[in-house]
């Protein structure tokens, strides 16, 4: 079965970074686009950041300027650079395809934003 692997998240203080990494199946990996989501406490899980074969990128109002999505295809591995993070960034992180798959969703990583 599918299923993308995320890992990176924990705790860090306002302001603080964080660089979140995802591994998927190769063929999943290179040949559809792929993406970052996330499920704060009490919010529905939302689109954050996108990112196609071409290496065009989407990020959503909430995270753009201060989050970066990149992919090392030789590692089939995605990533997302989290910077300026903010208590409202606190949140269990997932990625997948997009549009996503019900069956390739992972655990995810926990990213909690406090001093």
């Known amino acids: 079965q599918v299923q993308f692997v995320e890992s990176g998240g924990g705790l860090v203080q306002p302001g603080g970074s964080l660089r979140l990494s995802c591994v998927a199946p190769r063929n999943t990996f290179t040949t559809y686009i792929l993406a970052w989501y996330r499920q704060g406490p009490g919010n529905q899980r939302e689109l954050i950041a996108s990112?196609?074969?071409?290496?065009?990128?989407i990020y959503g109002d909430a995270v753009k300027g201060r989050f970066t999505i990149s992919r090392d295809d030789a590692r089939n591995t995605m990533y997302l650079q989290m910077n300026s993070l903010t208590p409202e960034d606190t949140a269990v992180y997932y990625c997948?395809?997009?549009?996503?798959?019900?069956?390739?969703w992972g655990q995810g990583t926990q990213v909690t934003v406090s001093s």
């Open positions: 990112l196609a074969k071409s290496g065009m990128t």
């Open positions: 997948n395809r997009n549009p996503a798959v019900q069956t390739y």
